[in-house]
């Protein structure tokens, strides 16, 4: 079993940033995925940004340029760094982890952009 523990989230003004953490623990032997969706109120759950073993890392296209994931593989971490937010990024962010063979995913973090 896996578990993810996100953390950052907040309040923060239009233009300012934020950094979200996800730390995985338990029976990880090796990650496919690490990365990061969203869910804003009365819309469907979306990808940001991931981390996929030997392939590009993906970003939604709304995110490229100001967000960016990175993994720290020592840790089995893995961060976004969100710049230049903006009211549309609202929503509550989640981790995600494949190990494989199964999805594992965080509690949520809620992040609100908003003056």
């Known amino acids: 079993q896996v578990q993810l523990v996100e953390s950052g989230g907040g309040l923060v003004q239009p233009g300012g940033s934020l950094r979200l953490s996800c730390d995985a623990s338990?029976?990880?032997?090796?990650?496919?995925?690490m990365g990061w969706y969203r869910q804003a109120p009365g819309k469907q759950r979306e990808l940001v940004a991931a981390?996929?073993?030997?392939?590009?890392?993906q970003y939604a296209e709304s995110v490229k340029g100001r967000f960016t994931v990175s993994r720290d593989g020592a840790k089995n971490t893995v961060y976004l760094q969100m710049n230049s937010l903006k009211p549309e990024d609202t929503a509550i962010y989640y981790c995600?982890?494949?190990?494989?063979?199964?999805?594992?995913w965080g509690q949520g973090t809620q992040v609100t952009v908003s003056s």
């Open positions: 995600k982890v494949n190990d494989w063979t199964k999805d594992y």
């Open positions: 981390i996929r073993s030997g392939r590009p890392t």
């Open positions: 338990g029976s990880i032997f090796s990650i496919n995925v």
